[in-house]
């Protein structure tokens, strides 16, 4: 959960959430994931995952035996993530004002979350709050929007449907997009209300590019290193070296910038 899509927007957004998201492999991003935090010096089983929305992208991590912490700022998301796993630390806060929520072997963010932050002062913010709830020597995973999704995705448009649920995607950008500029997307939700009527939710989402040498500059004063980035191919996995051009998503790790393990 981020800036510009606000948590009354994400209240709004969080009962289509999974329908919208259904063709996602939340099992396989997992074990890509875990693979490369392991190749990275990923220790312990601590798992605090950020802008956790309904509770998919945590949920194959809970399944393998990690103790999971979720937040979100959207309090129906995070309630949607209760019903699926009631167990579950959940805490409401915002990633550009990360409270004190203890140690953690492993820090996650995905789905693009970080990419709807509004500028580089506050995805330097979320850094710093990262390494405060990241235990020495544990291992942060983060993905962002590449300029070829601002390219093509948000540059069109695009009509999916899931059990009844039709979701018109409008993308506002261009296929000219350039390296740190904002993009913006529309999503029409359209719901059967009877008598072959519909209603529809509009939910409107505003992302910004964050150049990969801005990303690691703030890393390095938030004091995290950068370790690797790898690209995300479209059906999951994960390669060397990435490439904003041809990938749609890039996968960033980071650690503590001294000590820890493997360092």
Same mark, same amino acid.
């Given at each position: 959960?981020?800036?510009d899509?606000?948590p009354?927007?994400?209240?709004?957004?969080?009962?289509?959430?999974?329908?919208?998201?259904?063709?996602?492999?939340?099992?396989?991003?997992a !074990?890509?994931?875990?693979?490369? =935090? #392991?190749?990275?010096?990923?220790? /312990?089983? &601590?798992l605090? $995952? +950020?802008?956790?929305?309904?509770?998919?992208?945590?949920?194959?991590f809970?399944?393998?035996?990690?103790?999971?912490?979720?937040?979100?700022?959207?309090?129906a998301?995070?309630?949607?993530?209760?019903?699926?796993a009631?167990?579950?630390?959940?805490?409401?806060?915002?990633?550009?004002?990360?409270p004190?929520?203890?140690?953690?072997?492993l820090?996650?963010?995905?789905?693009?979350?970080?990419?709807?932050?509004?500028?580089?002062?506050?995805?330097? !913010?979320?850094?710093?709050?990262? =390494? #405060?709830?990241?235990?020495?020597? /544990?291992? &942060?995973?983060f $993905? +962002?929007?590449?300029?070829?999704?601002?390219?093509?995705?948000?540059?069109?448009?695009s009509?999916?449907?899931?059990?009844?649920?039709?979701?018109?995607?409008?993308?506002?950008?261009?296929?000219?997009?350039?390296?740190?500029?904002?993009?913006?997307?529309?999503?029409?939700?359209f719901?059967?209300?009877?008598d072959?009527?519909?209603?529809?939710?509009?939910?409107?989402?505003?992302?910004?590019?964050?150049?990969?040498?801005?990303?690691?500059?703030?890393?390095?004063?938030?004091?995290?290193?950068?370790?690797?980035?790898?690209?995300?191919?479209?059906?999951?996995? +994960?390669?060397?070296?990435?490439?904003?051009?041809?990938q749609?998503?890039?996968?960033?790790i980071?650690?503590?910038?001294?000590g820890?393990?493997?360092?």
């Open positions: 959960m981020t800036a899509l606000s009354s927007d994400y209240d709004a957004f969080a009962p289509f959430y999974d329908a919208f998201t259904s063709a996602s492999d939340y099992e396989g991003w !074990a890509e994931a875990l693979d490369v =935090a #392991a190749r990275h010096g990923l220790a /312990g089983n &601590a605090l $995952d +950020l802008a956790c929305g309904t509770g998919n992208s945590f949920l194959p809970l399944d393998r035996g990690f103790a999971v912490t979720g937040c979100d700022a959207s309090p998301m995070l309630a949607e993530a209760a019903l699926k009631p167990d579950v630390r959940l805490v409401r806060c915002d990633v550009r004002e990360l004190a929520l203890g140690s953690f072997d820090v996650t963010c995905f789905d693009d979350s970080l990419n709807y932050l509004r500028d580089l002062g506050e995805l330097g !913010a979320s850094f710093r709050g990262i =390494a #405060a709830n990241l235990a020495p020597g /544990g291992v &942060a995973l $993905d +962002l929007n590449t300029l070829r999704a601002y390219r093509t995705t948000f540059a069109c448009d009509v999916t449907e899931h059990d009844g649920t039709v979701f018109a995607w409008r993308g506002e950008s261009t296929p000219g997009f350039s390296s740190g500029e904002a993009a913006a997307a529309r999503i029409d939700i719901t059967s209300s009877g072959g009527l519909y209603e529809r939710t509009v939910s409107r989402h505003e992302q910004r590019h964050f150049p990969r040498g801005r990303v690691e500059a703030l890393l390095e004063d938030a004091g995290l290193r950068c370790v690797a980035v790898y690209g995300v191919l479209d059906d999951g996995p +994960l390669v060397e070296p990435a490439d904003e051009s041809a749609l998503k890039v996968l960033y980071a650690r503590h910038a001294e820890g393990v493997g360092e």
